[in-house]
């Protein structure tokens, strides 16, 4: 399993690496922690042509506070993220998710940005950012663009970014203090891809479940965030009989399928399960416990 | 026909060092020799092997399940620049003939398709390029035109095929490889008269042992002197060796096979045919030496070691006091696309197939078809711990449909201590063993009231919490009739499956010992080591051990069937006891003393009983080798301190008939697991609250790696439970083509501590009573985990018969067991 | 083919090498500079039998290209001691038989100098936790973790990790 023959360059900036991008444009491919796409030149699966690495551009590096948002460079580390406060403070639901996502080692060098452009469904990061309302920053040797995360993850695999464009910035709005949040993963293992994976975020505000946002992954065609099952909960106060709503309007609407390791049922019944548990943590995390 | 129970008149046995004796080194937990080399890096595995001038191979893999190869265009490939030979299944065919078959008749398979490709991963070229990433470049251009044949994928369905469905034409009209009745005492009484009889459908799915180590050679040809050096990460290379000599055409004294260290095995590295034929066919077509070492693709899709795939219906007769009388069977076993090892499987498990338990009568009938999958070959346990998956299974159920205690019910069935030799109604024999003993060690050690008790509660709780019981028989030390008898026609009956030890002791006092068959993790230097050193009463610190290749090799089987352990102590015995008696000889000459009051002592020779009067060994050593003229004038006393022993299988009898196989396995350790899981009905996922491993595998010569073999294993068995499945499609697809998606159990899935506890029954029959201890922990843990998972979901009515038991499977039959009984309140 | 000139410390010492860029970390270490102590088994990213420490991060050897290893600092199996004079972590596997084929063992070695650097008292979760990266066939695992403490106990009587 040895990788087939390709160019290789490594920019020392971004703007070299953009350059590079505008020339060579769909025959290259950016290398970032290379976990994903280093097995995949080693399978042969793909065939480049090019590589551009940019794991070594620290300017892509970085974890910023700001009033509003928090911008997080594209070639930041996961466990470099894992491990920072700013997050952990800001935005707890990324540090839960990480403990599902791949593994420590794999997380030393795999990347935020790369993660994310990769789009695997069954990878947790476009789930969680998608839930948090992030928006990607994307620039080219032509300009920048923000891009928010519905449409960026566009399908299983894919983006929105153009050939020529390179992911390089996260940025994520702050989330009250106080918020409810849960991610929660079902496995066969520890660290592998999930059978299903859940989250949410919430807040109580006089008692009533505000900004509620429910969502899946490997429950369906790509990122899930499921409209009915916020709309089950937005407003209402947090009580065993609404959760119990979103569960059921979360199993109604998603299109799980099946694959060799579940079929498609297992999933939608999971998928209520997982609702009912994360919501009920995450109303009891917003400071109001539900009984029942 | 072999009446089941105890052998009054037992076979005398060759047994000269007891059990109960005082032992220094034997059974103690010494540091292992093999260590230091590993944990510094500095093993030798068979892709750390580097020959000037060396190429590389690799393989195109077959992407059908089932075609004939109509064409094969390789003219970019061999113009590629650094790609030195471009090889087809037709030129090989010319020069090599097939690979070895223990079937017999054989059916024939190739080290590259010939003709037809019949499973995905077969390989249908072999390239030999300057570099592994060349060869893979040009596999990338040559073009195969494949004229598809319908793929067989279900092993009913295989049953029944006919025409071009059919893998070997010339052995059937259908892809039924055998298939064999078999009656072992009076099964069709018994269950006429049966008070009760139980049924059951089970289903083993294909898993495998896959070691983190893939299998792999280095071959050259030497033009000077005509003769092939292979080296392999395999065994069996001074046992049937000279089969790949005949595979390459080659006289067998013109090939020499040397071994490497082996990362991990399981079975899987037993024999490895394919790639030592292809590495040599490589080298030999390039006048250069090959390596070939197959990648994880080759290996989960092509190593010819796929485990054993089995639907069992199997009935359990009772009479009216509850005690288990018959047990009949009807199994389809999925051996894919060849048959290597014959019906050996099925053989392995009428070694025990009555389990611990005074069944008097068995009936089997077996049907192994063929079907476009990878091959089955040795999976530890080498199919008898599916015997013991259905034994188990069986038990529980009767325990179920009958309101037993699933304790009670078996210690009521046990064989009793005091009734070995016990003799099975195969014919085999079951040296020693106390079945109630274990199970009350397990109990003890688990404290199972209080689980029960704290069961209970968490029942109150809404907690789903089981507690597993399974008592099973560990084989160990196969005779060689196991490979043909259950053969229609045996065709190559052997009876011998030795194994040797040589040892020399050199002028200053140091000894190495030669071993004839390879490590693969099993600790063959520590276990030679302490039973040299225990013999001496040497340091072990004063001994090596080094392995021997074909041209220097003796007789050695190797290891498998949890058989190296005992055999090893047996040929060091051996051995030893020819050494001891030159050196006593000399000494004696040396103290003026008569030799047989000699007696070894801490590196020492002296008198009995007279302290002063000893003479250290390696003084010895040095007049036994350089001063001929100084001993006495006798022609056996010759100059030089070595012996080698070639130890025959202890006790071994020949098969009868078809009902009765004779003695082919009767050293017989036994194992008692109960786990304690948590289900959550949810999700379907299992996890692990406690582990209680009771084994019984005799003397142990070593009670840490014995310990290491219980967590592997039982680890392994954990994972065959829930975790591990080569998933084929309808058409003969792989699914499962990596270690993303066939799963093996990481930390995380195991109990947080396996619990081990130890009963000794020593054997009677081989040296020190040692019994096998390699294969267990996979053999018991399937059942018991699927035991314990049935008993946490009892509250539902839960049946479990298939493994792997994933979590989605588990969750089906909840959410159906709910819906059998209602509306929940 | 293009080849690329690269600078790389490895085990402290310095090598300079003309190398394909599809050449992977693995295979460089293994064959270009002759480390054999890292060892292969899937190439998948999976498995973790290749690991080394790349600038002190444990790093799957087989998801790497051999350039993106210019100017940096590699440590294998092959740092932490010799046979004849094993550093405490794998005295600390020998004594509590952490291995029985020894594949995954450099691996596993590599794995563990990362976190006890990191953290020279981890508790046994922690280690199991951190050891969920890396796959054995032999052990069961049971005996690695016991190592790592074995090893913790060790390393209190000397100085750090080297």
């Known amino acids: 399993m040895k990788p087939p023959v390709f160019e290789y360059e490594r920019p020392d900036s971004l703007r070299a690496a953009l350059d590079s991008l505008a020339k060579h444009g769909g025959k290259a491919k950016l290398l970032a922690g290379g976990y994903s796409l280093v097995p995949m030149l080693n399978l042969r699966a793909i065939n480049p042509g090019r590589l551009i690495d940019v794991s070594r551009l620290t300017e892509l590096q970085y974890i910023v506070e700001e009033f509003s948002q928090l911008r997080i460079g594209a070639l930041t580390t996961h466990n470099t993220i894992l491990r920072s406060s700013v997050i952990a403070a800001n935005c707890p639901i990324m540090v839960e998710t990480y403990r599902h996502v791949a593994n420590h080692s794999i997380r030393n060098r795999g990347t935020l940005g790369g993660n994310l452009c990769h789009n695997d469904p069954t990878f947790e990061m476009p789930l969680v950012i998608s839930l948090l309302g992030g928006t990607m920053v994307a620039r080219s040797a032509r300009g920048s663009r923000t891009i928010n995360a519905q449409r960026f993850f566009k399908a299983p695999f894919a983006t929105d970014l153009a050939a020529d464009e390179m992911l390089i910035e996260v940025r994520l709005p702050r989330m009250p203090s106080g918020h409810g949040y849960c991610f929660l993963e079902v496995s066969q293992r520890l660290g592998d891809r999930a059978l299903v994976a859940a989250g949410c975020l919430l807040t109580i505000r006089y008692g009533a479940c505000r900004d509620v946002r429910i969502g899946f992954r490997n429950a369906g065609d790509n990122i899930y965030r499921v409209a009915a099952a916020e709309a089950a909960i937005e407003g209402k106060p947090a009580s065993a009989a609404m959760i119990e709503a979103a569960a059921e309007a979360a199993a109604r609407a998603i299109t799980p399928l099946s694959d060799l390791h579940a079929d498609d049922a297992y999933r939608r019944d999971v998928a209520a399960t997982l609702t009912r548990r994360m919501l009920r943590i995450a109303c009891e995390r917003a400071g109001h416990a539900v009984d029942g | 026909m072999a009446e089941a129970g105890k052998i009054h008149s037992p076979p005398p046995g060759r047994q000269k060092e007891r059990p109960d004796q005082r032992l220094s080194v034997i059974g103690t937990r010494m540091l292992r020799k093999e260590d230091p080399r590993f944990l510094a890096g500095r093993g030798r595995f068979i892709d750390d092997i580097t020959l000037p001038n060396m190429a590389h191979a690799a393989v195109l893999r077959s992407p059908r399940a089932h075609a004939r190869i109509r064409s094969i265009d390789k003219s970019a490939a061999e113009a590629l620049p650094g790609v030195v030979a471009v090889i087809t299944g037709e030129e090989a065919a010319r020069e090599t003939g097939p690979l070895p078959c223990f079937a017999n008749p054989p059916v024939e398979q190739r080290c590259i398709a010939f003709g037809k490709v019949r499973h995905v991963g077969e390989p249908v070229v072999l390239v030999v390029a300057d570099s592994r990433y060349l060869a893979e470049d040009a596999i990338g251009l040559i073009n195969v035109v494949y004229e598809p044949l319908p793929a067989v994928s279900d092993m009913m369905e295989a049953i029944n095929s006919h025409g071009d469905a059919v893998l070997h034409p010339e052995r059937g009209p259908n892809n039924v490889a055998e298939h064999r009745d078999y009656v072992f005492g009076p099964v069709e009484e018994e269950f006429a008269g049966a008070a009760h009889v139980i049924k059951r459908r089970l289903r083993w799915s294909r898993s495998g042992g896959q070691p983190i180590e893939t299998a792999g050679a280095v071959a050259s040809f030497d033009e000077g002197s005509g003769k092939f050096t292979i080296y392999v990460n395999g065994s069996m290379y001074n046992y049937i060796g000279f089969t790949i000599a005949t595979a390459l055409k080659v006289p067998s004294h013109q090939l020499n096979i040397v071994p490497v260290d082996a990362g991990g095995s399981f079975g899987s590295k037993l024999f490895l045919h394919k790639v030592s034929v292809l590495a040599a066919l490589g080298s030999r077509a390039s006048g250069r030496p090959v390596k070939y070492i197959e990648d994880r693709i080759d290996n989960i899709t092509a190593s010819d070691n796929h485990g054993s795939d089995r639907i069992y219906d199997v009935e359990l007769a009772l009479d009216a006091n509850h005690q288990m009388t018959a047990l009949r069977y009807k199994v389809v076993d999925d051996y894919g696309a060849y048959f290597q090892y014959g019906l050996g499987t099925h053989g392995n498990g009428f070694s025990q197939t009555v389990g611990p338990y005074k069944i008097r009568a068995v009936g089997a009938e077996i049907y192994a078809v063929f079907t476009n999958k990878c091959q089955q070959g040795a999976c530890r346990g080498f199919g008898s711990e599916v015997t013991n998956f259905m034994i188990e299974r069986i038990v529980d159920a009767a325990v179920d449909e009958l309101g037993l205690d699933p304790v009670a019910f078996r210690r009521d069935n046990f064989i009793r201590p005091e009734e070995f030799p016990y003799q099975i109604p195969t014919g085999n024999l079951y040296d020693s063993g106390n079945y109630p003993g274990a199970l009350d060690m397990a109990l003890e050690m688990l404290d199972y009231k209080n689980w029960r008790e704290k069961q209970q509660l968490a029942r109150t709780q809404g907690r789903y919490v089981g507690i597993g019981v399974a008592s099973c028989q560990e084989k160990g030390v196969f005779s060689a009739t196991e490979f043909w008898m259950l053969n229609r026609d045996p065709g190559f009956a052997l009876t011998s499956s030795p194994e040797s030890a040589s040892v020399k002791i050199d002028p200053t006092g140091k000894a190495v010992i030669s071993l004839h068959a390879p490590c693969w993790g099993n600790s063959p230097e520590t276990v030679a080591t302490m039973v040299l050193a225990e013999q001496l009463a040497m340091d072990p610190a004063d001994i090596s051990v080094a392995y021997s290749d074909t041209d220097h090799g003796l007789p050695g089987t190797g290891p498998g069937g949890s058989r190296y352990t005992v055999m090893v102590t047996g040929a060091v015995t051996g051995a030893a006891a020819i050494i001891k008696e030159k050196l006593k000889r000399v000494a004696g000459h040396m103290l003026e003393a008569d030799s047989r009051d000699l007696e070894f002592r801490s590196g020492k020779i002296g008198v009995a009983g007279a302290p002063g009067l000893e003479v250290a060994i390696a003084e010895v050593a040095m007049q036994a080798h350089f001063f001929r003229l100084s001993l006495p004038d006798d022609p056996e006393l010759t100059s030089g301190l070595e012996a080698s022993y070639t130890y025959d299988h202890p006790l071994a009898t020949l098969p009868k008939n078809n009902s009765d196989f004779g003695i082919f396995y009767p050293i017989m350790g036994h194992m008692c697991h109960m786990p304690v899981v948590e289900v959550d009905a949810k999700t379907g996922q299992v996890s692990f609250l406690d582990y209680v491993a009771v084994h019984d595998c005799g003397t142990m010569i070593n009670p840490m790696t014995v310990d290491g073999h219980v967590r592997g294993g039982t680890a392994q068995g954990i994972g065959t439970a829930l975790l591990e499945h080569f998933q084929y499609d309808r058409n003969g697809q792989l699914l499962t083509t990596s270690f993303q998606d066939y799963l093996m159990p990481r930390v995380a899935e195991l109990p947080p501590t396996i619990r081990i506890g130890h009963l000794v029954t020593p054997s009677p029959y081989t040296e020190y009573g040692v019994k096998g201890a390699g294969e267990g922990g996979r053999m018991v843990a399937p059942p018991a985990v699927v035991a314990a998972i049935e008993d946490a979901l009892r509250p539902l009515g839960v049946r479990i018969d298939t493994v792997p038991i994933t979590p989605a499977r588990l969750r089906a039959l909840i959410r159906e067991a709910e819906a059998r009984k209602g509306p929940r309140r | ?162």
């Open chain 3, 1 to 162: 083919m293009d080849t690329l000139q690269i600078n790389v410390t490895v085990n402290g010492r310095a090598y300079q090498r003309r190398i394909e860029p599809r050449l992977l970390l693995s295979d460089f270490i293994r064959h270009e500079i002759g480390l054999t102590g890292t060892h292969i088994g899937c190439e998948n990213g999976v498995c973790g039998a290749c690991t080394v420490l790349l600038d002190g991060l444990a790093t799957r050897a087989c998801c790497m290209l051999a350039v993106q290893a210019d100017g940096r600092r590699i440590e294998t199996v092959e740092s932490l001691g010799r046979a004849n004079n094993l550093n405490p972590l794998q005295r600390a596997f020998w004594e509590m038989h952490g291995l029985q084929c020894g594949y995954c063992t450099p691996g596993m070695l590599m794995l563990m100098t990362e976190l006890l650097r990191e953290n020279p008292n981890p508790d046994r979760e922690t280690i199991r936790l951190r050891l969920n990266d890396n796959i054995c066939r032999c052990t069961g695992y049971e005996d690695i973790v016991n190592s790592v403490q074995r090893a913790i106990e060790l390393m209190r009587g000397e100085t750090a990790v080297r």
